[in-house]
């Protein structure tokens, strides 16, 4: 029973762990496919993950609803600029996209903490936001809590403090109209879904291990990580069923190809490179205002590139990937658990081993003991036409 | 075969263009110290008073160039073999482990001129076998060694913090760091040399791996331009496919040459260590090894580029010092921004200016901007 | 005469200082098939680049259907019915041919319904025409004619009524160029006009309605092709009379210098490109190897210098055996007498960036004449690229000049001086007058026959048939990457062309 729970808990937090990786790695299979490389989704990460949480504390301060939303919204908007800096130098300018992915990872990682301590003065980190203004588990409780708010806050308008001023004013109307129409599908969705596993919850507690599975692995996470396990069928969807996905493809493996078809090739790629921003803006999100409470100075520490590395595994395919990511996200979640922990037969093994064992595996399986990944044909290249 | 660009006369290539580069690095770097509050005028003032305003600030500004010396020709090396290597940080990193076994098993047994030998080959062949992995993978498995180079910063980084506190840390003590080294492991100062000018210096960290560091750019310029190995390794970089062409054998180029690139980030650790803090400490690399992918940039991959270059980060640093007492908003992490800058504008962004630069001397001297190269010193 | 489909008017473009285009008239009647004609660089294909709206013109007018037409992208060509195959097939490799001729013309957000408009469609056009392919084949895994007929298939799709046809015929063997004429004629029958771009003289009098010739830039003439002759035409595309014989002496054949028994070499994906040949070069001799490329000659040549490697096979240079199992490093043969001008001479035989001295030694540069110990010994270097500049006219006549600012021509002349002033005993020459104008292709001839005169092995690789015809003592024709015959100096070029299609010799001989 106890190794059950363990397993449970495990588990539960590779689930936790991948899903930064997971939205990262989506996110650069959607530039590298369209043949633009982008070492850089490490510092778009982070750029959201700092003004995400950056426009979340300001909101949250001003006493602002849905602070959590905006600063998704903040954080989406930086990682977009970076993506588009790094489509200018890889895709107009035809630079070296590495060295474009190199510096934008670099701005990133010293912006954040510049902006950072002269805005805050904690230190780097952005003032902690509480568990309203974040994305929170979505547990039974708030299911129902949803069911409530759609019955009950539905047709009222959120109460103003007295001497409000007219901007705040402007805010809340504006997050009604926003909110509104999300809270509605939530609190629908929610309240299905309640009715639903709560009479299963009736008979399934009997049998503990499937209401654990329930409880702990599907539900239990923020809106953020159903997000990013929805965008894997999505991703695939888009790649192999629609004409965007095919041009896409299309224009990683032979832009010559796409150009004479009367297609833009700058413009089709410039939207990769966005579909990119998106999802880094998401993945620095959960990072800042889902998993923890706030930004603090480097804290994607390395996801970017492991989710470089999960793609590359994942040979650039959307359901590869995501087994990529939730191995590694097993791994990191392994080393957390059994830091400093004697294994049996092995004796103690540093800290710093586990910590560092993604990074050496992955060095290991890319040195091609997994078979060999083939990248985008025009992947790197800049496209010039031929004379 | 086409040339996308039209030719320019070389000091327009060589010396305009890059210079405009750099200048907007500056600008937008500028834009976000306005960002913060601060004004960026006075702010460079600060900087460059703080960087070169007397004996003292000028040398702690070398003592810093002279990391990004070491890390910056490391940088070019690999691009001359058409290799990029990120792992320059780890390498160096690594590479403390070499001095401290050399600095503590020796400090007590010899002075510092047998020492410092024996620690520069320690240093290089650490940097250099933390390269070398990397680029066995990548010449014998086809792993991507930007890719591999990368993680091996965060490998290194787990080892460092191992070795320090776990196995090099005095017992007693708490901080993760090795004892300080006696007087047979600490480096002579080049405060003389200042003085010698007739500047005054008081204390400053700058040592005799200044002048190991300008020996190493003079030795990387004539190994690339004047020896065999250099002609192979730029003949690999340029066309890995004439490189098989002509017998060179891929595998060895891309081992020598990141081996070579290696060890010179691994010297990097002299500095600091023998030359400084007489001790290993934890993060004493801290991101010179990145700033090195800026130097070589920023110098075009040539050691009289790299060490202006390098002098000018050693600038922002000592003065980024400086700044951070006279504006508190401003932290040395400000380099991290203007070195992403240098690389963006520098690199990634090359030829942002040039269409622009080129209608320019199209308008001012017609002739010059269409002739071809046969005189290339015109205008 | 019928309306023309297109018209051009003064057409002029410039690429950097390099005029491609200049002052350009032409007229193309509806209906007909137009060939364009002329040698490499004559600025064919910026030409039709232009008419589909790839490059613009710096000046100029396009009528199509007699109405002024801008056409500033290729999109605007497909719009106004012109479609184009290119020299370089522009298709996705591991797409489905659907999924190629959809790309660009998919009409609707999702796949499902234009793809099933595409099958119906692509069964139409090949009743229609005659053009059969598996739509749900994958393209690299289709014969270079059926990849060629999706790109037809792509254009009519968009409903092309003006095909341009770019080379059509380099990559195809003789049976196949007379199924790709077979499908234009019905194309013309069905009121399609097609242009089509060639070098090749047969190809124009064979189905071509009339003839335009371009030179260096300019359109020079417009025929009838009923009223002209193919002298004519070949004058017209040099400008004098072509030198088809290079003057030349018997051969005086020696010891065999270079034996080759039953090699084999696969490609990267496991493909027998050379299977099992056997042949051997004497001093003194030229042994040329004709056919179709893409039958096995780069690999071949590729394999015998040591840069790919074979997977069996026995190769002799000298009498003694080379290890061609890729251990080999081309350096050694360098030294053991055998020299090399590869066939890619911008990313293989010159390092484009370098200076012209430093591709003067590129391969030999371990030499004891250029380097002091392990330095270069640069003054060296300088007396013997300054020596070959002017024993081989490369101009301009600086040994320090970026070997990217020379033109084609004398790029190849830096690479023949370098591989024959090392005086080896055999020299293999891979397509040595590809993209050299006509002056240095003759000087180009005129060295390799002294070579053979100085009673050097040489082996000569080329797809210009009348080059391995002009040049060698012995021909071998490979096909599929077998030699499948041998002909003396005298064959005729129907004989080497059968030979060219893979037509068995028995066959041939009937």
Redesign the interface.
Known sequence: MEAWTALIQILDATIRVSVPLLLACLAGLYSERAGVFDIGLEGKMLAGAFVGAAAAATAASAAFPGAAWLGLCAAIMISVFLALVHGFASITNRGNQIVSGVAINFIAAGSTIILGQAWFRQGGRTPALSADHRFNAIEIGTLRSYVDSFTLAFPGFPAGAAGESSFVWLARGIWVVVAYPFQLLFGTLGYLLAWVLLGVDAVVQYIPFVSDVFRELILGHSLLAYFAFTMVPFTWWVLYRTRFGLRLRAVGENPGAVDTAGISVPWLRYRAVICTGLLTGVAGTYLAVSQNAGFVKDMTAGKGFIALAALIFAKWKPVPAMFACLLFGFLEALSIRYQGLAWPGIGRVPVQFINALPFILTVILLAGFIGKAIPPRAGGVPYVKER | MSTPYAKLPRWVDYGLIPAINLAVAFFVAGLVVMLVGENPLSAAVILVDGAFGGGQNIAYTLFYATNFIFTGLAVAVAFHGGLFNIGGEGQAYIAGLGVAIVALSLDSVFPWWINFPIAILASAAVGAFWAFIPAYLQAKRGSHIVITTIMFNFIAASTMVYMLVDVLKPAGSMAPQTRTFLDGAHLPKLNWLLEAVGLSVRSAPLNITFLLALVMAFLVWLLIWRTKLGYEIRTFGYSPKAARYAGIREARIIIVTMVISGALAGMMALNPIMGDQHRVALDFVTGAGFVGIAVALMGRSHPAGIVPAAILFGMLYQGGAELAFEMPNISRDMIVIIQGLVILFAGALEHMFRPWVQTVFATLAPRAAGVPATSGEGA | MAEAAIELIGIDKS???VRANRDIHLEVPRGTIHGIIGENGAGKS?LMSIL?G??QADSGEIKVGGKPTAIK???D??AVGIG?V?Q?F??????TVI??V?????G?????T?IAKARSELHRLEKEYGLEVDPDAVIEELPVGLQQRVEIL?ALYRGAEILILDEPTGVLTPAEADHLFRILRQLKEQGKTIVLITHKLREIMAITDNVSVMRQGTMVATRATARTTVEELAELMVGRRVLLRVEKGPARPGDVKLDVSGLTVKDSRGVTMVDGVSFNVRAGEIVGIAGVAGNGQSELLEAI???RKAVAGKVLLDGSPVDVSGLT??????DRGLA?V?E?R?????????EEN?NSI??Y??EDQY?NG???D?PAILKSAESQIEKYDIR?P?PR??T??FSGGNQQKIVLAREMEQDPGVLIVGQPTRGVDVGAIEFIHKRLIAMRDAGKAVLLVSVELDEIRSLSDRILVMFAGRVVGERGPDATEGELGLLMAGVEEKEAAE
């Open positions: 690429f950097g200082p910026t589909y790839f490059y992208s290729p999109n060509a497909i184009m290119h370089h522009m298709l996705v490799e591991n797409f999924e190629n959809i790309l660009g013309a998919e609707e957000a999702l796949l499902n234009s792509k210098s040591g840069i490093d081309p350096g050694d043969l360098r090399h590869p890619d911008h990313h293989v035989g010159l390092v484009l960036p370098f430093e590129l391969g540069h371990d380097v392990p330095f270069l640069i301009p600086n000049l970026k990217a600012n």
